[in-house]
C-alpha cells in the first residue's frame, strides 16, 4: 500500500532525517573519556575508564559491585551461571549448571533475558504476562510453583523499562526458597518502591543485569553491568569473565572461563554518557506523556505502569489498540496481512504508515513461548498450563496475556532527539490510520 497516496495521509510529508525508535544520544564527553584511553595506551580490557563506570554505576544505583562486562547478555550468562552454581553446584566444563532443571522465565521479554537458560543446559518455563505492568504475572508464578514445586530459579524483565510487581514476585520466590536473575538491562534508572522505600531496578534480584547496547537509555555503544551487593559473586563474575584464571604464573585452569569483559575504550563511551543519564530518562517521560495526551481520544491506550510503586524509565513508549478496534490482521511465522476499515486500525497499518513517513516503531516483542525455538517449553497461565488448551468441542479459549499484548500492541518511535513537532506529526499519522 502507498500511504503517501492514500487520501487520508493527505498533506503529511516524510521526514527528511529518519526518526528512529530508540538511537545513541552522544554528548561530547564521550570522545574525551576515548582519547583519554588511547592518549594514555589502556586500550584494553583494564583502564581507568572501566574502574570509574564500575564505582560510579554502583552508586547511582545503590548497590556495592558492580562488574562491567562486553554486554547485557554475557552479564546475564554469568547471573544465571551464578544462580546454578550456588543451586546445584559446580558442572564439569562440558555442562550447563542447570542441566536438567527448569527454570521460571519472564515470556515477555528479548530472548536475551532466558537464552541463557538454555546456555547452561536449562528449560526455560515460561510465566504469562499481566496487564497493569506487561510483565510477569503473579498469580501465574504462583501457579507455575504448584505445577513444578521443585524449581528453585526465577528470571524476571522489567519490559520496556517498566518495573514488574517485584513485591510479590519476591514475596513468592522467598516462600519457595528460589532466587531471581533480575534483567533490568531495558529500565536502567528505573524505580520502585519495596516495602516502602524506593530502590533502582538492578537491585531487586540475587544477580542483577544491566545493558548499554546502543538501543537503550544511555549507550557504551555494546556492554552491560553485573550489579551486586556480594563481593565474593562480583569476584566470581570478574574471573569467569577474563578466562577463568588461577593464581599460578601459567595460564591455569578450574573453572570454565568467557572472554566477557568490557573493553576501557566501551567503558569511556558509558563514562561520557553516565550524566545524561537522568537527563535521558527525562526526555524519555515527556515523549511518553506527549503519546498519553495526544492519543487520547483514540481507541488505544499507552503501556501501563505501577503509578503507586513505580517510577518507569520510559525506554519506550508503547500502545496497545482496544478490542473492538483492531482492524483484521493475520500473521504467519515471517509475513502478515493486514486490512483497513474506518474507524479501526492495526498494529502493522499503523508501523506501515509511520515507516512511510521515515520514522521508525516496531512490533512489541514476541512472547517466549511463541517463539518457534521455544515453542515445546512450558507455559503457565493465570489459570494453570498454558499449552494444549483449546478443545474442538468447547467454545472459547483460555487468556494468554501475552499473546494478546503482541496482537494488539506496537512500540512508537521513542527517540530523545525526536522533536515535539516530529512527535506531533507522527501522533497525526496514528489518529489518520483510524480514519
Ligand atoms: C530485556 C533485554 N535483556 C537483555 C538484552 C541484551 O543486552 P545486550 O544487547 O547488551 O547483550 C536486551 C537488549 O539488548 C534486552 O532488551
Same mark, same amino acid.
Given at each position: 500500500m502507498d500511504f503517501k497516496k492514500d487520501?487520508?495521509?493527505?498533506?503529511?510529508?516524510?521526514?527528511?532525517?529518519?526518526?528512529?525508535?530508540?538511537?545513541?544520544?552522544?554528548?561530547?564527553?564521550?570522545?574525551?573519556?576515548?582519547?583519554?584511553?588511547?592518549?594514555?595506551?589502556?586500550?584494553?580490557?583494564?583502564?581507568?575508564?572501566?574502574?570509574?563506570?564500575?564505582?560510579?554505576? %554502583?552508586?547511582?544505583?545503590?548497590? /556495592?559491585? &558492580?562488574?562491567?562486562?562486553?554486554? *547485557?547478555? =554475557? %552479564?546475564?550468562?554469568?547471573?544465571? /551461571?551464578? &544462580?546454578?552454581?550456588?543451586?546445584? *553446584?559446580? =558442572?564439569?566444563?562440558?555442562?550447563?549448571?542447570?542441566?536438567?532443571r527448569k527454570v521460571f522465565a519472564a515470556d515477555m521479554t528479548f530472548d536475551a533475558s532466558i537464552n541463557p537458560i538454555a546456555y547452561e543446559d536449562g528449560e526455560a518455563v515460561f510465566i504469562d504476562t499481566e496487564r497493569d505492568t506487561w510483565n510477569m504475572d503473579p498469580q501465574a508464578l504462583e501457579k507455575a510453583f504448584e505445577i513444578y514445586p521443585d524449581v528453585k530459579l526465577i528470571v524476571v524483565a522489567h519490559l520496556y523499562g517498566t518495573p514488574g510487581r517485584m513485591a510479590q514476585i519476591k514475596r513468592i520466590a522467598d516462600a519457595h526458597g528460589a532466587l531471581i536473575v533480575e534483567d533490568a538491562a531495558e529500565s536502567l534508572g528505573a524505580k520502585y518502591r519495596l516495602n516502602g522505600e524506593w530502590v533502582e531496578t538492578g537491585t531487586l534480584g540475587q544477580y542483577n543485569v544491566i545493558s548499554f547496547n546502543g538501543n537503550k537509555?544511555?549507550?557504551?555503544?555494546?556492554?552491560?553491568?553485573?550489579?551486586?551487593?556480594?563481593?565474593?559473586?562480583?569476584?566470581?563474575?570478574?574471573?569467569?569473565?577474563?578466562?577463568?584464571?588461577?593464581?599460578?604464573?601459567?595460564?591455569?585452569?578450574?573453572?570454565?572461563?568467557?572472554?566477557?569483559r568490557m573493553s576501557n575504550i566501551v567503558a569511556g563511551i558509558v563514562r561520557g554518557q553516565l550524566p545524561y543519564l537522568d537527563a535521558h530518562i527525562d526526555q524519555k517521560r515527556r515523549i511518553w506523556e506527549r503519546y498519553e495526551?495526544?492519543?487520547?481520544?483514540?481507541?488505544?491506550?499507552?503501556?501501563?505502569?505501577?503509578?503507586?510503586?513505580?517510577?518507569?524509565?520510559?525506554?519506550?513508549?508503547?500502545?496497545?489498540?482496544?478490542?473492538?478496534?483492531?482492524?483484521?490482521?493475520?500473521?504467519?511465522e515471517q509475513d502478515y496481512l493486514w486490512q483497513t476499515e474506518p474507524g479501526k486500525s492495526s498494529p502493522h497499518e499503523?508501523?506501515?504508515?509511520?515507516?512511510?513517513?521515515?520514522?521508525?516503531?516496531?512490533?512489541?516483542?514476541?512472547?517466549?513461548?511463541?517463539?518457534?525455538?521455544?515453542?515445546?517449553?512450558?507455559?503457565?497461565?493465570?489459570?494453570?498450563?498454558?499449552?494444549?488448551r483449546t478443545n474442538a468441542y468447547i467454545k472459547g479459549v483460555g487468556v494468554d496475556v501475552g499473546a494478546d499484548i503482541f496482537r494488539r500492541g506496537l512500540c512508537l518511535p521513542s527517540d530523545n532527539k525526536m522533536t515535539e513537532e516530529q512527535q506531533a506529526q507522527i501522533i497525526e499519522i496514528i489518529h489518520r490510520c483510524f480514519m
Amino acid at each position: 500500500m502507498d500511504f503517501k497516496k492514500d487520501p487520508r495521509f493527505e498533506g503529511i510529508k516524510p521526514f527528511e532525517k529518519k526518526v528512529w525508535l530508540s538511537s545513541p544520544t552522544v554528548h561530547g564527553d564521550e570522545q574525551h573519556w576515548v582519547d583519554e584511553a588511547i592518549r594514555t595506551n589502556w586500550i584494553s580490557t583494564v583502564g581507568e575508564n572501566i574502574d570509574a563506570i564500575e564505582q560510579q554505576v %554502583a552508586g547511582y544505583i545503590g548497590c /556495592k559491585y &558492580a562488574v562491567a562486562v562486553s554486554c *547485557g547478555t =554475557a %552479564a546475564l550468562h554469568l547471573a544465571t /551461571k551464578l &544462580a546454578g552454581e550456588r543451586l546445584y *553446584g559446580q =558442572a564439569k566444563p562440558n555442562a550447563g549448571t542447570l542441566a536438567g532443571r527448569k527454570v521460571f522465565a519472564a515470556d515477555m521479554t528479548f530472548d536475551a533475558s532466558i537464552n541463557p537458560i538454555a546456555y547452561e543446559d536449562g528449560e526455560a518455563v515460561f510465566i504469562d504476562t499481566e496487564r497493569d505492568t506487561w510483565n510477569m504475572d503473579p498469580q501465574a508464578l504462583e501457579k507455575a510453583f504448584e505445577i513444578y514445586p521443585d524449581v528453585k530459579l526465577i528470571v524476571v524483565a522489567h519490559l520496556y523499562g517498566t518495573p514488574g510487581r517485584m513485591a510479590q514476585i519476591k514475596r513468592i520466590a522467598d516462600a519457595h526458597g528460589a532466587l531471581i536473575v533480575e534483567d533490568a538491562a531495558e529500565s536502567l534508572g528505573a524505580k520502585y518502591r519495596l516495602n516502602g522505600e524506593w530502590v533502582e531496578t538492578g537491585t531487586l534480584g540475587q544477580y542483577n543485569v544491566i545493558s548499554f547496547n546502543g538501543n537503550k537509555v544511555i549507550t557504551g555503544s555494546s556492554g552491560g553491568m553485573f550489579l551486586t551487593d556480594s563481593r565474593a559473586d562480583a569476584e566470581k563474575v570478574r574471573k569467569w569473565s577474563t578466562q577463568s584464571r588461577e593464581a599460578a604464573p601459567w595460564y591455569q585452569h578450574e573453572e570454565i572461563g568467557y572472554n566477557y569483559r568490557m573493553s576501557n575504550i566501551v567503558a569511556g563511551i558509558v563514562r561520557g554518557q553516565l550524566p545524561y543519564l537522568d537527563a535521558h530518562i527525562d526526555q524519555k517521560r515527556r515523549i511518553w506523556e506527549r503519546y498519553e495526551k495526544g492519543l487520547a481520544d483514540l481507541p488505544v491506550r499507552m503501556n501501563p505502569w505501577d503509578r503507586q510503586d513505580s517510577m518507569p524509565n520510559f525506554w519506550l513508549s508503547c500502545c496497545i489498540i482496544d478490542e473492538d478496534a483492531m482492524a483484521p490482521t493475520v500473521r504467519g511465522e515471517q509475513d502478515y496481512l493486514w486490512q483497513t476499515e474506518p474507524g479501526k486500525s492495526s498494529p502493522h497499518e499503523i508501523l506501515e504508515a509511520i515507516s512511510a513517513f521515515n520514522a521508525e516503531g516496531r512490533p512489541i516483542w514476541k512472547p517466549m513461548h511463541m517463539q518457534p525455538i521455544y515453542r515445546t517449553n512450558p507455559f503457565v497461565t493465570a489459570e494453570g498450563n498454558g499449552r494444549g488448551r483449546t478443545n474442538a468441542y468447547i467454545k472459547g479459549v483460555g487468556v494468554d496475556v501475552g499473546a494478546d499484548i503482541f496482537r494488539r500492541g506496537l512500540c512508537l518511535p521513542s527517540d530523545n532527539k525526536m522533536t515535539e513537532e516530529q512527535q506531533a506529526q507522527i501522533i497525526e499519522i496514528i489518529h489518520r490510520c483510524f480514519m
